[in-house]
């Protein structure tokens, strides 16, 4: 029987992290190159071998290149919006073709260490949002041959949010600090808990400081960096009483944290990883006992949709039916239902607020089907956000069976949630 794994991966620019949950630990591991067992990070490289004819990705793909006569294709983030086609070995490749194959490779490398082993979720992070990544992520699912349902994207925030919650709750009874010190530079957050409302409020608080620190504007003054870096600290930890500290980026790599070390270790635990991502999104691939953080709490991010969308039903109690919720990422915010007009050309919708039960309706006409028999219209209502606040409502005509075929007619009714 093949055996199946839930996959966590820290999908970079230059590298990728992943990890798979162990049945045994009840915990992520971090995977390892393949021919370097103390590397965690792979290089997000191919190399096609014209002595093996076989395509290398990663560490392999950066020791075949000097061992094997062969094609080197690196700059695959760089490179997504070039149209120009790639040929290796008389075959044309565009570089998002590319772009997927390194990461179908990756997950291989790991899965070709079992015998039969298969994916059963992988759960992409990414440092944001981006449109043209998650369109490229979207036909995945294809060449790895697995179910649609089988792989999601969300963000090193939410990633974040599941490694943290799924830590000790010593870590989190007070406020959480994450600094990500990157290639970009460094980001901070504050991640803060209101325990006096019912469901409790998790809040995350952002700050950008990659003006001010970033590696490109050190080099190697260690000394310079440590100096900036306890000042911002020392600044952020006396806003609010900090339990712990997550440390994660290549810039936290190296010891070159001395005078920050006093700063931060007064009186709270510290933690220094680059896997804080990969291994949150692999507690959220497998979901479960796992997510019961999001059950437990109301959470506001910047990217998260603080209220449902549904229907009234137009009965006596006035029943909601909700067609998307809320509280999670908006681009993973989605749902469908179906209704059957019952003597009304009308659909009322409503907009709830998750946390505090206000709400806002209006109605949508249905104009153009032809006039049918009291419920024997069908309609099919989606939605889809754009952002946070804004999404639309698609509503369309699936007829009643083959007595009353469709119109094929959709309505788009737009809306803009700001204050609810």
Known sequence: MAEAFYIGMDLCT????????????????????????????????????????????????????????????????ENLQNTEPVEIAGKKYTYRELFLMMIKLHVDSFLYRYEQAVVRKLVISIQEYNKEIHQILSDLYKIMDVPEEAIEITSHMDSGLYYIFNQEQDLWVNS???????????????????????????????????????????GTDTHSMDNDFSRIADYEVKEAYISSVFLTGIGFSGKWMKKTTNVLCQGRRVFVGQNIYTKGACYRAVGGEYKEFYDRFFIETKENVLFDVGISLGDEKDTFVPVAEGGKQWYNTHGKVEVILDDTDKVGIVYRGRHTG?????????????????????????????????????????????????????YRKEFSIKNL
Do not use: C
């Open 176 to 218: 959480v600090a994450l600094f990500d010190y990157n290639a970009d530079g460094l980001d901070y957050y504050r991640i803060d808990i209101s325990r006096n409302k019912k469901p409790e409020i998790i809040t995350v608080i952002h700050e950008d400081y990659s003006s001010q620190m970033s590696l490109a504007k050190y």
């Open 14 to 77: 230059d590298f990728t992290q992943m990890s798979y949950y162990n049945d045994i630990t009840r915990e992520p591991e971090s995977i390892s190159q393949l021919n370097n067992k103390e590397t965690y990070m792979m290089p997000n490289i191919l190399f096609y071998s014209r002595d093996t004819e076989h395509w290398y990705v990663g560490g392999e793909a950066s020791e075949a290149r000097f061992s094997e006569d062969g094609i080197i294709v690196d700059s695959l983030f």
């Open 358 to 410: 206000t709400e806002a309706r209006e109605t949508v006409m249905i104009h153009g089907i032809p006039k049918r028999p009291n419920k024997t219209t069908k309609l099919s209502l989606s939605v889809e956000f754009e952002n946070p606040t804004d999404g639309a409502i698609i509503i369309k005509d699936l007829g009643f069976g083959k007595l009353f075929p469709t119109t094929n007619k959709i």
